[in-house]
């Protein structure tokens, strides 16, 4: 919706369209097709298009469009237009753009950036990026806790920085927690490192993502926690501390998917100090931890999420019969005639308890 209005902007997988809007009977009129040029060759893909109005430059429409598919060769590509944030002058349009070759790119190497927010106070684009599913380094298995989620930083308009964040080339770590055969590659791993899908050495790693080739994240989330979108909450008295909202949906990797429907950035986004968090609550697991004061590190968003180790050792007692609903949930104790109930299995290891059936640790 425009700011005064009066004025609709819908998009298919295809085209943006603008409809004039009359609040008073809410209805829509005289559609004008803004953008074309978006779908996919074989129609799948990532379809859906985000779109947003800068409040900044008002003549311009971001406009952010998925990969084709999980790894898209496509997007190594500038050219192709495709897991890109261009944004288009809407003032006067003649003709419709065409999404590959017209607009202003504000970002790229970006595979699937849901949600895209414009910073209140100092005009920066952000956005949040669906990472890819089902990866493999030197075909052994990452997927489970890699790579990370991401949310990066695209300078501001009318002038973005239009930087390539890596996609498909490059992800960002996640769990550092890597299987053997990976240690030589990885001698000194950190959350947002990049890293490739194939690698001899750990210089090869470096030559390949590091060095400046591409744009780290600006925050790393838990992998496959699927970020849906970004708002910023004013600030009071114009002081620059406005809160990232941050919604999740999870993803079907996990098993169990995690469900954290809610994160909040707060502090100075744009200075880089660490936030504070909202209060905890089931809702809001994924509470991040910005980046460090005057540094370029990523660093890791909290989470709820139990270690790889303790998940391992609770299903392992799962399986020999120590497992049962009841004993993983909690343990019988008797204190002279009387029984009491303390905690189970998943208590012992600090998790939360799946109650049910089936029992289990999550």
């Known amino acids: 919706m425009s700011e005064d209005g009066k004025a609709l ?18 209805t829509v009129a005289d559609k004008t097709t803004l953008v074309t040029g978006m779908s996919h060759p074989d129609g799948g893909g990532h379809v859906t298009r985000t779109l947003l109005l800068s409040k900044k430059q008002p003549d311009l429409l971001l406009v952010s469009r998925g990969s084709a598919s999980n790894i898209d060769p496509t997007a190594a590509q500038q050219s192709s237009g495709v897991s890109q944030i261009r944004a288009f ?6 003709t419709p753009y065409d999404y590959t070759t017209d607009g202003l790119l504000v970002g790229w190497g970006l595979r699937n950036s849901v949600g895209v927010a414009e910073h209140p106070s100092t005009g920066t684009i952000w956005s949040v990026e669906n990472s890819a599913d089902n990866l493999a380094i030197n075909n052994i298995d990452i997927h489970e806790d ?20 890596g996609y498909p080339t490059c992800y960002t770590l996640w769990n550092t927690t890597l299987p053997s055969a990976l240690t030589p590659l990885f001698p000194n791993p950190t959350i947002g490192m990049q890293f490739p899908l194939s690698a001899t050495t750990a210089t090869s790693i470096t030559a390949t993502c590091g060095s400046g080739n591409y ?3 600006r ?14 909450l004013p600030s009071a008295n114009n002081t620059n501390t406005e809160q990232a909202l941050i919604t999740f949906h999870g993803s ?3 098993n169990p998917s995690p469900f954290c429907p809610l994160s909040a950035v707060s ?4 200075s880089k100090v660490a936030p504070e968090l909202l209060p905890s609550s089931p809702n809001r697991k994924l509470l991040a931890d910005i980046v460090g004061q005057g540094t370029a590190t990523t660093r890791q968003a909290t989470s709820s999420r139990p270690s790889p180790s303790r998940r391992a050792q609770a299903s392992r007692w799962r399986r020999r019969g120590a497992g049962t609903p009841r004993r993983m949930c909690s343990a019988r104790r008797t204190s002279g005639r009387v029984r009491r ?17 089936e029992g289990g640790c999550l």
Request: hydrophobic share 30%; with cysteine.
């Open 219 to 232: 925050l790393t989330f838990q992998a496959h926690t699927a970020p849906l979108d970004i708002k910023f």
């Open 341 to 357: 109930w303390g905690r189970g299995v998943c208590g012992r290891l600090g998790l939360r308890c799946r109650v049910g059936r």
């Open 146 to 165: 890699n790579p990370g989620e991401e949310l990066n930083s695209h300078g501001t308009l009318p002038h973005p920085a239009g930087s390539n964040h």
């Open 215 to 217: 744009t780290p994240a």
């Open 89 to 94: 002058n809407i003032s006067s349009p003649t």
């Open 267 to 270: 502090g100075a986004l744009e």
């Open 252 to 254: 079907c990797p996990l």
């Open 9 to 26: 902007y819908v998009s298919s997988m295809e085209s943006v369209y603008r409809y004039s809007y009359n609040p008073d009977t809410a």
